[in-house]
């Protein structure tokens, strides 16, 4: 009689677990987009391998649903934000991190409520503009096939908190701030370059570039003498920083040409991010044609050969 009561105790005491697995899917949803924006996402990290988790306790039977993305999570949310916030010209492209995307169910009274997580930060470059763990409830009758639906409403409900917000700050590594619009350049970001062999083989140039997407330029120039023609390719959406640029180069006009690969960079001075500033390129060059005029100051070798390639001067 008393092992007979001390399992029912045991029976009556804990709940019944049970599991279910499901697979979820955000390709049929959308963020509605608005027309104020000045960002479209580029890239989409995870920190972490993130699942899905919801648990629900009703009366004394506790289930378990473990639910995972069809195509992954950085796929999916890549693909609604894609959907959502399509690129258009002269917008920035951020960078979403997700730390954490996860649920939670429970029975209160006579409502269901499911609590969705999403932990993320929105940067540009290695600068974070914006990270918050937004934590939101919602009630009601939920069915599995809910659960997408909520988790886009969250996604939606951060973005918009990150959009909308006046004053909006950047949070930077040395915990000072900055307003967005010092980063943010809302001018052109095609560059006009004059100095020592820019523009081709030249003691003096000019080179121009035309930014035809964050990363990519497409560039010309000529002076005394020679010209020039290539693509540059950038760290950052900005007019500063870092670039690497290819390009088609002549000197005296059929004297000396060759193809160049070199590490640039340009740096405003003072606070005038994105105007008149230094500018700089280095790499290698490979020497295609050489008149005899420049054979006898190389050495009187003979094409193709590769030499160093530079460029100095200042930009705007």
């Known amino acids: 009689m008393k092992c007979v009561i001390t399992l029912s105790f045991l029976l009556f005491s804990f709940p019944i677990l049970s599991q279910d697995n499901f697979i979820i899917s955000l390709e049929n949803l959308k963020i509605s987009d608005f027309s104020s924006r000045n960002f479209y996402f580029d890239k989409i990290f995870e920190n972490n391998e993130i699942k ?31 959907r959502s916030f399509p690129e258009k010209e002269g917008q920035l492209g951020l960078q979403l991190v997700i730390e954490e995307l996860s649920s939670f169910e429970e029975a209160r009274y006579s409502k269901d409520v499911v609590t969705i997580i999403f932990h993320a930060q929105i940067s540009i470059a290695d600068t974070i503009l914006y990270s918050n763990k937004l934590q939101t409830e919602y009630e009601g009758d939920f069915s599995d096939e809910n659960y997408a639906e909520l988790i886009v409403k969250t996604i939606k409900e951060f973005i918009y908190d990150f959009a909308l917000v006046p004053d909006q700050q950047i949070i930077k590594e040395d915990n000072k701030s900055m307003d967005i619009e010092d980063l943010v350049e809302t001018g052109s970001r095609n560059v006009v370059a004059v100095g020592y062999q820019i523009g081709g083989y030249t003691l003096i140039g000019f080179n121009y570039e035309i930014r035809v997407s964050d990363n990519i330029g497409v560039h010309f120039g000529a002076g005394y003498r020679g010209y020039t023609a290539g693509v540059k390719v950038h760290w950052k959406p900005t007019k500063d920083g870092g670039f690497i640029n290819i390009s088609y180069k002549d000197g005296g006009f059929g004297l000396i040409n060759g193809w160049a690969v070199e590490y640039g960079s340009r740096k405003a001075f003072g606070q005038n991010k994105g105007t008149f500033g230094f500018h700089y390129q280095v790499g290698l060059a490979l020497i295609t044609n050489l008149s005899l005029e420049y054979r006898k100051a190389f ?18």
């Open 52 to 82: 899905i988790i919801g648990y629900s306790k009703l009366d004394r039977i506790s289930k378990v649903k473990i639910l995972s993305f069809k195509n992954g999570v950085r796929n999916e949310i890549n693909d609604l934000l894609a």
């Open 299 to 316: 050495g009187g070798v003979e094409p193709p050969f590769p030499t160093i390639s530079l460029g100095l001067g200042f930009s705007w």
